[in-house]
């Protein structure tokens, strides 16, 4: 009974308090829970079961440009880490640190990996001699810990799952058109499976990753208006080469450094799908991600031949991810409980039904009911999943659209920040000192130059100077 009620309790209205409603939506669809480790969750099977679709979708992907999957270690020696100035000195606030190995203390403090730059680099040194031994494009799924002030369930933890790509390469040209094609995988994955759309460009030189040349990423934007960076690619050029000492003999018969990337994902990525799908009824999974896209509920399941016509549909479904709900709990509750997890379709079935030869079809994302013939559900099922997928993509690139605004002088950029929500478009002259000078006035952030850049003007919204970029501002996560 007390798990019941716990379903059925109205959750918080995004509306009245998004954050808590976030909150709600985490705990009573059964993704998380929290542990005594502060900071640390448990990611629930109906959680993992999400992050697990996302590394299959993924890898596949992954796998599709040749990337091979290796594992490194989690511990990363101090001397190891000091060998590249920028990075040690971009991840020092957020490093969780080994001092004991049993009951004796370490003669070197082991960092707990918060990346795995300096790991493949070390690796790398030894692996590559030659330039027929390139290129090296590996990824690695695993955890990492970053010991964060403030976390969230999924946007920020200390301990999250993740993938981490590193590759080395022959030559800078080789490297730059890596970065640039992880990021384009990133961002179709995210439109295409998880109905997101995204903004790819660069981020400015302030927000690039520690060591980085160049830091590219995809944004997204979700219901209350807040951008989401849902995925990175980074280009190190040859700075960790020459760190590391990672020369191979090129075919010129002269040593080389290697050029090096990294990109990654995270399980950030299931709080996006939250919060950009998501209503005050819970989850709205789109169904390439979804677990299960199709819920049999049999209506007086206890009747003759309910279950068996429940278990017929199945059988009949089996193309999809599908399962039947024939628990002993009421219909109403069964419905609110497939509601909160985000369940595409509720195919509901009872004794009518089956003498009418037909059910009754629930699209999650609109709540239409649909009455379908049990000769043509098969392809019905099929065509309603494709369209849930194309709307839920359609209604979050109008949400973008509608809640993206130009700032054309300062004025405009603080009254924007200060009474609407979203993207704000704007030139900008490319100077960190400004950038954080917006940042102070506003808690607007730079998100990134767009590849799509459009001439909004000449000068910087903020400080007047000669604009070298247009840029996408906003508040972030």
């Given amino acids: 009974?007390?798990?019941?009620?716990?379903?059925?309790?109205?959750?918080?209205?995004?509306?009245?308090?998004?954050?808590?409603?976030?909150?709600?939506?985490?705990?009573?669809?059964?993704?998380?829970?929290?542990?005594?480790?502060?900071?640390?969750?448990?990611?629930?099977?109906?959680?993992?079961?999400?992050w697990e679709r996302i590394q299959q979708e993924?890898?596949?992907?992954?796998?599709?440009?040749?990337?091979?999957?290796?594992?490194?270690?989690?511990?990363?020696?101090?001397?190891l880490l000091q060998k590249e100035k920028d990075h040690v000195e971009g991840f020092a606030p957020e490093v969780a640190w080994v001092t004991y190995g049993g009951l004796n203390p370490l003669q070197e403090r082991l960092c707990v990996r918060p990346t795995s730059e300096t790991l493949f680099c070390d690796f790398y040194k030894n692996e590559v001699e030659s330039y027929r031994d390139l290129p090296k494009v590996y990824n690695q799924w695993c955890s990492v810990v970053r010991w964060e002030k403030e976390t969230r369930p999924f946007l920020r933890s200390r301990e999250f799952l993740w993938q981490e790509g590193h590759t080395a390469h022959a030559t800078a040209e080789e490297a730059e058109e890596r970065t640039v094609q992880m990021l384009n995988v990133y961002a179709d994955f995210c439109e295409q499976v998880l109905a997101i759309p995204v903004i790819k460009g660069q981020k400015s030189e302030k927000e690039k990753f520690a060591g980085a040349e160049a830091t590219y990423t995809i944004e997204a934007l979700m219901h209350d208006g807040k951008a989401l960076q849902s995925g990175t690619s980074h280009n190190f050029g040859d700075g960790f080469a020459k760190a590391f000492g990672i020369q191979y003999t090129s075919k010129d018969n002269k040593l080389e450094y290697v050029h090096q990337t990294s990109w990654g994902m995270t399980t950030?990525?299931?709080?996006?799908?939250?919060?950009?799908?998501?209503?005050?009824?819970?989850?709205?999974?789109?169904?390439?991600?979804?677990?299960?896209?199709?819920?049999?509920?049999?209506?007086?399941?206890?009747?003759?031949?309910?279950?068996?016509?429940?278990?017929?549909l199945k059988d009949k479904l089996s193309?999809?991810?599908?399962?039947?709900?024939?628990?002993?709990?009421?219909?109403?509750?069964?419905f609110a409980e497939q509601e909160m997890r985000g369940i595409p379709l509720r195919v509901e079935i009872g004794p009518r039904d089956i003498e009418a030869g037909k059910a009754l079809v629930v699209r999650r994302d609109t709540g239409e009911k649909i009455e379908v013939s049990l000769d043509e559900i098969d392809t019905k099922i099929g065509e309603l999943l494709e369209t849930i997928?194309?709307?839920?993509?359609?209604?979050?690139?109008?949400?973008?659209?509608?809640?993206?605004?130009?700032?054309?002088?300062?004025?405009?950029?603080?009254?924007?920040?200060?009474?609407?929500?979203?993207?704000?478009?704007?030139?900008?002259?490319?100077?960190?000192?400004?950038?954080?000078?917006?940042?102070?006035?506003?808690?607007?952030?730079?998100?990134?130059?767009?590849?799509?850049?459009?001439?909004?003007?000449?000068?910087?919204?903020?400080?007047?100077?000669p604009a070298t970029k247009m840029m996408y501002f906003g508040k972030a996560y």
């Fill in 58 to 79: 993924l890898d596949r992907r992954f796998k599709e440009t040749g990337v091979e999957n290796v594992y490194l270690p989690m511990f990363i020696p101090e001397s």
């Fill in 268 to 312: 950030r990525l299931i709080g996006a799908i939250i919060m950009v799908h998501g209503d005050n009824s819970g989850l709205v999974l789109p169904p390439k991600v979804a677990p299960t896209q199709v819920m049999i509920v049999p209506i007086m399941q206890k009747k003759e031949g309910v279950l068996e016509a429940a278990g017929a």
């Fill in 389 to 465: 997928q194309k709307d839920m993509f359609e209604r979050a690139l109008k949400h973008r659209e509608e809640n993206t605004h130009v700032a054309n002088n300062w004025e405009e950029f603080k009254d924007i920040i200060e009474n609407k929500q979203g993207f704000v478009k704007a030139m900008w002259c490319g100077e960190t000192s400004c950038e954080e000078a917006i940042k102070e006035e506003t808690s607007a952030t730079t998100r990134c130059m767009p590849f799509a850049q459009e001439k909004l003007g000449d000068v910087c919204v903020h400080c007047g100077k």
């Fill in 1 to 50: 009974m007390a798990n019941e009620k716990k379903m059925v309790e109205q959750i918080t209205s995004m509306e009245e308090d998004f954050a808590q409603w976030y909150t709600d939506v985490v705990l009573k669809a059964d993704l998380i829970d929290y542990t005594s480790v502060k900071g640390c969750m448990v990611i629930k099977p109906a959680g993992y079961a999400i």
């Fill in 319 to 334: 193309s999809y991810r599908v399962k039947i709900d024939d628990s002993d709990k009421n219909p109403g509750w069964k």
